[in-house]
Structures are given as C-alpha cells and as structure tokens.
C-alpha cells in the first residue's frame, strides 16, 4: 500500500525499520556494532526506492496494466461513461511504453508521475507560501489537486474556474463541490467555502443567451442591461480566400476594435493563414499559436478555441461550426469560442450545422 495513515510508502518503511530496531534491541542487547549494520543496510534499502523505478514498472506488462486499471475503475466507481476501452488503455499503454524507453515522459502523464512520487518517497513541501491562487480551476485534474494540496500544506487555497468552460476530455471538473471535497482530504481541519458569481457584464445579452443554449443552462444568471446584435448563423464556403468570414472579418475590423476568427484547431488556423499567403490581405491577419506571448491589435487574429480561453475579443467569428466538427463532446469547446465575444457574434458552418445550436 503505497500510503497509508497518512505516511507514504518511505515513512511506512522507516516506521517498520523502527519496529525492527526495537526488536534487535531486544534479542541482540549490547550488541551495538551489529545493530548499527543492521539499521545501516535497511535504511540503504529504503533509499533504493524510487518513484521512476515504479513508474516504469506499471509499464512492464499490458495485461497487467490493464487489469490494475480496470481494478481501479470499480474500486473508485467510474460510470461506463468514462472508462476508457480495453484497446484505449492498450494504445495508452503502447504510447507510453515507447516514449518510457526513450527516457522521455508524456506530458498526460507528469501529474500522475509526481503523485505517485509523493505518495512513494514524498516531494519538498513549499512552507513560506500562505496563499495559493488557482484560475482556470475547472481544468485541473483529481491528481493536480492532490499535489499542490500537499506542497503547499501551510498556504490557504482559492480556487476560480467556470464548470461549463471545462474542455478537457478526460479530466477537469463539473462543479466545483468536488474539488473542495478533495482538498478538505488534506485539510480536515480548514473550512472550506463555495461562492457562486452569477452576475455576467461582458458580453451583450443576445451573445449570452445563445452561449447558455449551448450548455443546456436553464438558471437564470444576472445579466446587465447591454443589448447588441442578435447572433448571426451564416452558411460559408470551405475555400477561405472567397470566403465571408474572410471578407466580414476585414469589413468589421477598424483602429479601435477587435475581431478574432476562432477555430476548433490549430492546425485549421494555420490552414487559413497560409490559404493568403500571396495575397495582399494576407498582413492584415495574424495567426496566433502557443509560442506567441502578446499580440497586436491592430491585426485580425485568427486562433484556436483553445487558447482564446480566458481571452475577450469585440468581434468573435467563429469558423467551422459544423456537426462533423463541434459533436456532443466538444459542446464546452464550442462555448469557450462563441463567449470570446464582447459586442458581436457570427457563426459560419459550410455543410450541416452542430446541433450544439438548439
């Protein structure tokens, strides 16, 4: 058992190592040189442990990979929902196992590699700290949680986040009384409070009504009184160049505003941004990508749902609203991209519209 009574799997062995001592103490007496050896090579062996040696181990063998998660799935109670297929969890496996031999580390795995250290031999606690701020807090893992819970065992936690924003596919949370239940595991004795903020000013009405629709959202959020123009739902072609995206982009962009042209993915923002080279309306576009750390105003920008989260735009246009695009599983994704809008909202699809948009 890898924790338990609070100790990790290093301060269970070192608690045993003391129970031995005790022991020897008993049975050996005066003996000091040989009790000395004795605790010297135990306390050698605990040493040996490592996490990497653990981690690696759980890729040694797929059907036992396998059947350790399935074991987990029913001990925790995962619905059929979100279980993973036997041959999801061989492609894992098979990933992982590659990249393993290679000594690199899948980036899915580090929170998972850094939990399963602390709980093995423990990671440094950070003790100056007092309080911890964590933004975007819906998209952070069970695991996550459970790390910086435990680095930062002194500081006080505060959580922001929007459930409905939540775009991973097998993580994050959909309310936010789980994670206060999770980190009160480590916190037993703190109070842990909820606060909901349902007043929304950024967008108009009209924009918030259709991004509501879109996740099923029947409440009633307080909305300040700022009306706009209705949500525009056009039908565009593929070839972006001709376009009316394109051409409503360049026409409602002016010195004081912004407009933002919104994909699903990067590798379709790249695609209508090389769609113009050789084309002189080409430097009115910026395309936007992870390495980019600011960005100017004075251009178009065209950029993934993904990293326009937590960003706000005048003008929001968004691109390929098509049912083989934004599918069920991708409605918090599509929500992400139609609240980037401010003042305006156009949504372009080219064949058959998601039924995202009820």
Known sequence: DIEKDGLNFKEQAQKLVSKIMIHLEIKLGKEKLAKTKIQKTLLANIDKIKAKEVFINLYKNKENFV??????????????????????????????????SKNMLPFEDVSGYLYLKDRVVGIKTQQTIKQVVIDEGQDYTAMQYRILSNVFKNAKITVLGDSSQCILPYGGFSNFENVTNLLSQDRVKEKCTIAYLNKTYRSTIEINTFARKIIGEKSSIGQIERHGDEVQIIKDTLDFKNSQIKKDAINLKTKDNTVAIITKTEAQARALKEALVGEKESRQFKLVTKLDKTFSASSIMIIPAYLAKGLEFDIALIYGA??????????????????RALHKLNVYYNDKLTKLIK
Not at 79 to 91: D, F, G, M
Not at 322 to 339: C, G, H, I, P
Request: glycine share 2%.
């Open 67 to 100: 059947k350790r998660v399935i074991e987990a799935y029913n001990e925790i109670g995962t619905n059929a929902k979100n279980r993973l297929t036997i041959q999801e969890l061989s492609e894992i496996f098979d990933y992982t196992e590659d990249l393993l």
């Open 322 to 339: 098509d049912e083989s695009e934004y599918k069920e599983e991708f409605k918090n994704l599509f929500y992400v991209a139609v609240t």
